[in-house]
């Protein structure tokens, strides 16, 4: 390298620079009363819109602020010219130019702004997972502080797809509590015609590793497990959660998530919510007349309904803080759960592994509302961005041409019945579908964990619907050193694997795929049970248990444990009811009160530590969440809780 080789030789046109230029033609449609009472940044953004090209005869128009998580940078025909970190962002832009060309056609100006967002698919195992959850924080502050600072917009309109940008934009649209808002979900990618999911795909190094999978195979599943090159991935994981719980809050519009990315529908979807957002602002509807209690409820209600990831249990009380709802705590999940039945058959949970855009054509969210109205299970007046209620919404989905039309596309496509994707109650419960979440406690979590109860496989759970597991510990203090272990054949059958420090506080609340899909899909691994104060892919299935509380790094008696303790585990899946408790040494049996007296007497695991790679930015999320409510409260930022503790140190410290 030398300096030669970057300036290389220029022609004449490089050192043709012109010094002045005429400006935009035409005149700003400015009038006197406009000079006199419009603040100088009102008409100085005029002469900047009129700088960057638009008309100047039309800028009066209605403006319209989209916000989207677009990453990479694409060349016109599709191809890369930048890659972006994942698929759900590598598309979108295109849903946001479809919204701003409505937007144009109905007389109203649109304006665009970006945060991309991160991909845990491609962090997991990394020291890029420290900075997943808080980066949706971030994100989400970026987000309202854009959407402050064009003081003349109207309406936002929110698009994203994936795992934390999706969040942070529906947490920040949920926070404009008087503007009308709208959130297009960015869809859903295809599966391989012949192949593996972007979920199971993750597992070829550790299938690999126990000679499951030869070198050829891992090659050729790899490359073509994301089908096609925009949209989330196609099970319902975090990103397809999201989507779902857009629509069930009311601020998507009915049938708008897990739309295939790419294709007309999910380009008219775009279009259709710049339609409404503009109705919204006409009519005077704002964001706070449809996130509620009510449609917080709904949207747990769908979750349950439609099994999602245990992700959003941080993401909806997240998406109530913003809302000025109330917050959902764990009484409230668990009383959800109970009875609300699980009705859709998809990835991961099963029983039938259907990808998302089947659950899409078989009628998505407003299809299975259409069975919790008939259990009454619904606010059926909540209001949502059609600018209707749920009720009157789903008067309209029952007899839609589009509903009739995308059910008979499925069956014609894929040859598989619409009632077999989103159940009639009765046929859920014939096929053994089971309620979602469980919130197990014991002397490990004495203030609660987390379990996909249904999730957990069939052939490890009694006649009587009961998880049991009773086996020896292997404590490892990094997810790292627990892959190893897999890979390296270090777990036997019948072990029950626990990582801590993997909470807020020592890895910014990690996500811990590789392992959970590691024990799904090596052939030994539904015999083994995970127990962390991470937290999980939405992906994630089997015998995990995650969120577990206080975090080992805050005391947590999850901290203590060691290798060859006795855990006893016991989840009921049809009641939704379970307990996670140390129960001595194999030399040392106890009950699980003397394991609470024992552990409560035992120091913290010798190796247990924040990582050493764990950033900054992060150590202050953790440090603010945790003031704020922690991980039950949704990973919060309460402004008024932490300046009073601030305030309270200041006046300890004597400052």
């Known amino acids: 390298m030398s300096i030669e080789t970057i300036f290389t030789p220029q022609d004449d046109a490089f050192y043709s620079v012109i010094t002045h230029a005429a400006g935009p033609q035409g005149a700003l449609p400015l009038t006197p009363q406009m000079l006199m009472e419009s603040p100088s940044g009102n008409l ?291 009383r959800i759960n109970r009875k609300v039945p699980r009705l859709v058959s998809v990835l991961p949970n099963g029983p039938d592994y259907h990808p998302t855009v089947r659950a899409f054509l078989a009628g998505g969210v407003p299809e299975v509302m259409l069975h919790l109205r008939d259990l009454g299970l619904l606010h059926l007046d909540a209001m949502t961005v059609t600018g209707q209620t749920v009720g009157e919404n789903l008067d309209w989905w029952q007899g839609s041409e589009r509903r009739e039309r995308f059910r008979q596309c499925l069956r014609e496509q894929d040859g598989v019945d619409p009632d077999d994707v989103i159940l009639p109650p009765e046929r859920a419960k014939a096929r053994g579908l089971t309620s979602t979440v469980a919130f197990p406690v014991g002397n490990i979590a004495p203030e609660g964990s987390v379990i996909k109860a249904t999730a957990i496989d069939p052939s490890v759970v009694g006649e009587d619907g009961v998880y049991r597991h009773t086996g020896r510990a292997r404590v490892f203090v990094s997810e790292a050193r627990a892959i190893k272990a897999i890979k390296n054949g270090e777990i036997a059958q019948g072990d029950i694997m626990v990582v801590i420090g993997g909470g807020p506080s020592g890895t910014g609340m990690e996500e811990t795929y590789q392992l959970t899909s590691a024990l799904k899909h090596v052939s030994w691994g539904k015999t083994v049970s995970l127990i962390t104060d991470a937290r999980f892919s939405g992906v994630s299935t089997g015998a995990c248990f995650g969120h577990v509380a206080p975090e080992a790094l805050a005391g947590g008696p999850i901290g203590k444990l060691r290798d060859n303790d006795i855990i006893e585990i016991v989840v009921d899946r049809l009641t939704l009811t379970g307990s996670v408790n140390f129960i001595g040494t194999p030399l040392t049996p106890l009950t699980p009160e003397e394991g609470a007296i024992e552990l409560a007497r035992r120091q913290p695991h010798p190796e247990l530590h924040a990582h050493e790679f764990l950033p900054d930015d992060t150590r202050l999320w953790a440090a603010l969440q945790s003031v704020s409510g922690g991980t039950w409260k949704g990973c919060i930022y309460d402004t008024d809780k932490i300046i009073e503790v601030i305030n309270a140190g200041k006046k300890a410290l004597g400052l």
């Not at 005029?46 to 989209?66: S, Y």
């Open 44 to 334: 100085f953004g005029m002469t900047q819109n009129a700088g960057m090209g638009w008309d100047a005869n039309k800028l009066t128009g209605k403006e319209v602020l989209l916000i989207g998580t677009q990453g990479g940078i694409r060349a016109g025909d599709g191809r890369p010219v930048a890659l972006g970190y994942h698929t759900g962002h590598w598309e979108i832009g295109l849903q946001m130019q479809a919204a701003a060309k409505e937007i144009t056609r109905n007389g109203g100006i649109p304006f665009a702004a970006f945060v991309s967002d991160p991909c845990d698919g491609r962090s997991q195992g990394t020291h890029g997972m420290f900075d997943s959850l808080p980066y949706r924080n971030d994100a989400a502050i970026v987000f309202r502080r854009l959407i402050r600072s064009l003081p003349t917009r109207r309406a936002v309109i929110g698009v994203a797809t994936c795992d934390k940008g999706l969040p942070a934009t529906m947490i920040a649209l949920a926070a404009m509590h008087t503007l009308p808002t709208i959130l297009v979900p960015g869809g859903a990618t295809l599966p391989p015609t012949f192949g593996e999911d972007a979920g199971k795909v993750q597992t070829i190094g550790a299938r690999y590793a126990n000679h499951e999978l030869s070198l050829q195979e891992a090659a050729e599943l790899g490359c073509r497990a994301c089908a096609t090159p925009g949209g989330g991935c196609q099970f319902l994981g975090t990103a397809g959660t999201s989507q779902v719980v857009a629509e069930a809050l009311g601020l998507a519009l009915p049938h708008s998530a897990l739309a295939p990315s790419g294709q007309d529908v999910w380009l008219e979807i775009s279009r259709q919510s710049a339609r409404a957002v503009i109705e919204l602002d006409n009519r005077g509807i704002t964001t706070r007349d449809i996130l509620t209690d009510k449609a917080i409820e709904n949207a747990m209600v769908i979750h349950a309904a439609f099994g999602g990831s245990t992700n959003l249990l941080l993401h909806i009380p997240a998406i109530a803080h913003a809302a000025g709802c109330t917050i959902p705590d764990v009484e409230h999940w668990t």
